[in-house]
């Protein structure tokens, strides 16, 4: 098996491959050291393959680890359109510099359903890793990484993570208002509250299935949108629908509109993500007198960087 060789990761030698077993699905790991992360931090990285059914086809990952004596958050962070799993290693190490283990997955773009079973197989495989604290594990999708997480969260809302994140995310099917659907649920008085006596009814949603037998399955999930206000892939409008549903379905939600932006965020994107992983940083890591500075970065954001 080839180790790739990536200059934000650095992977340079090969240790060990191990075989395991979960759920049905082979998980090949090689374990690889790391270097170069910036101010003298260190780390050590996993390649992972699942292969499903013994099928051909496999799915790649990665899991770059901090060298701690302890398990660790996880942050698994899903590239958008287009993106790839080499080109998210950037973003990874920012989570990692910041004491936390970077996940990425190279995920189906092209299905749903496919997605589903990769990250169902990723999820699986992490719970029974020894430097997984899985009490927290965040996830961050940008763009289509934030669609596929969101899809695959209201179909199974067992899995749901410490702390979601979504930047430049929108609605997804599973929420999209149905005229069919059932008309007195939690959610749907949240989604039509402030609509007036002169306004035509809106169309009620159906609940999500893997949701319905229990419509506040998102009790005490924290959830971030992070959203450019000129984003136009994705509206404010569908934004504040999806915050109103999964507020109705116990979240605590906050939206942050980034003043100015667009959707790709264009030369301000490092910047976003810089702000995206203290964020996860603060929300998981005791400050020990530590000052991140996301509230100066989001300032400089909306002032257009100035």
């Given amino acids: 098996m080839c180790i790739c060789v990536h200059p934000w990761l650095r992977f340079l030698l090969l240790k060990t491959i191990h075989k395991d077993l979960v759920g049905g699905v082979v998980i090949l790991t090689v374990v690889c050291a790391a270097v170069g992360w910036g101010s003298g931090g260190s780390a050590w990285g996993l390649e992972v393959r699942m292969v499903r059914d013994g099928k051909a086809d496999q799915t790649e990952a990665w899991a770059i680890v901090p060298k701690k004596d302890k398990p660790l958050p996880i942050v698994i962070f899903f590239h958008g359109s287009g993106g790839s799993l080499h080109g998210s290693a950037r973003n990874l190490r920012g989570f990692v510099e910041l004491g936390m283990t970077g996940v990425g997955m190279e995920y189906s773009q092209r299905s749903q359903a496919e997605f589903d079973a990769q990250f169902s197989d990723l999820l699986a495989w992490l719970k029974r890793q020894s430097w997984v604290n899985a009490e927290k594990i965040i996830w961050v999708g940008f763009s289509l990484g934030s669609q596929r997480m969101l899809s695959y969260l209201v179909t199974h809302p067992a899995d749901k993570p410490a702390f979601l994140v979504r930047v430049a995310g ?115 890591l005791p400050t020990k007198g530590e000052v991140f500075n996301h509230e100066l970065v989001a300032t400089k954001l909306n002032s257009g960087g100035e």
């Avoid at 959610?187 to 609509?195: E, I, K, M, W």
Wanted: charged share 30%.
């Fill in 170 to 284: 929108g609605m997804v099917p599973e929420l999209k208002e149905d005229a069919g659907g059932e008309g007195g649920t939690v959610a749907n008085r949240a989604l039509q509250a402030g609509t007036s006596k002169s306004e035509a009814p809106s169309p009620r949603p159906s609940p999500p299935v893997g949701a319905r037998e229990n419509q506040r399955w998102a009790s005490g999930m924290p959830v971030w949108l992070l959203h450019g206000e000129h984003d136009r892939v994705f509206s404010l409008e569908d934004v504040r629908k999806v915050k109103g549903w999964l507020e109705a379905a116990g979240a605590t939600v906050e939206l942050e509109v980034l003043e100015g932006q667009k959707h790709a965020f264009k030369e301000d994107r490092g910047m976003v993500m810089r702000h995206v992983a203290e964020r996860c940083a603060e929300f998981v």
